[in-house]
């Protein structure tokens, strides 16, 4: 029994001894108290520092969107496909959003001389070559494709002479292609005229003819940061 007694003595010592242990362990680093918790100090200032650069670069401020004398800047934030394409009376923005993307999560803003798609809260926001009408202006979405199209028409618009038989042909093709279009497009809310409605889906198959056309693109994804 003594024997069993002694095994069990030494073992509380082992791990008395094993305590002691950490105990001096940690005497030992304390030891340098000043030093140590200076360090430690530093070490939670830069962890800090660290946490804050990361919390400022995810709410970083808005990016410039015009320049010092109030021109709009070209901006592409959600770095998205788009073409900027123009004929004698419109200039027409397609935007490749992407099919699925609900409608609530876009916006469409048409000024004078620039307009500003935001997706998911990032701008794409493109200078005009020349002035537009706010009023007239239109936002639809494909529901073939997903994409937004802006068709915004000039303020100038090519004088033709009413009586030249090419304007009256020309006015009935039009026509017909104006109402073959209303049937697959629904008109955009005539109240949203500064800031375009497209919370309604709207059917087209002439979406992506209109704006890869004939009249050639002056600007595209790559000329956009």
């Known amino acids: 029994g003594d024997g069993n007694k002694k095994d069990s003595t030494e073992k509380i010592k082992e791990k008395k001894t094993h305590e002691e242990n950490v105990d001096e362990f940690w005497s030992q680093k304390t030891s340098y108290t000043p030093e140590s918790r200076l360090e430690v100090h530093n070490h939670m200032k830069e962890l800090k520092k660290k946490e804050e650069k990361q919390n400022d670069s995810s709410s970083k401020p808005p990016r410039k969107l015009y320049a010092d004398d109030g021109r709009a800047f070209n901006v592409n934030e959600p770095k998205v496909d788009f073409s900027l394409t123009e004929d004698d009376k419109n200039i027409i ?110 059917t087209d198959n002439q979406a992506s003819k209109t704006a890869s056309g004939p009249f050639g693109s002056h600007l595209t994804k790559k000329d956009v940061k």
């Open 93 to 202: 923005l397609d935007v490749a959003v992407f099919k699925h993307m609900d409608s609530s999560l876009l916006d469409c803003d048409v000024q004078p001389d620039f307009v500003r798609v935001t997706l998911k809260g990032k701008i794409l926001q493109l200078s005009l070559s020349e002035e537009v009408n706010v009023e007239n202006s239109t936002a639809k979405r494909s529901l073939i494709t997903g994409h937004l199209l802006v068709t915004m028409p000039k303020v100038k618009q090519p004088f033709v002479s009413e009586n030249s038989t090419e304007t009256k042909s020309a006015k009935q093709s039009n026509t017909t292609e104006r109402k073959e279009n209303e049937s697959n497009y629904l008109e955009v809310d005539p109240k949203a005229r500064k800031c375009v409605d497209i919370a309604s889906i709207i």
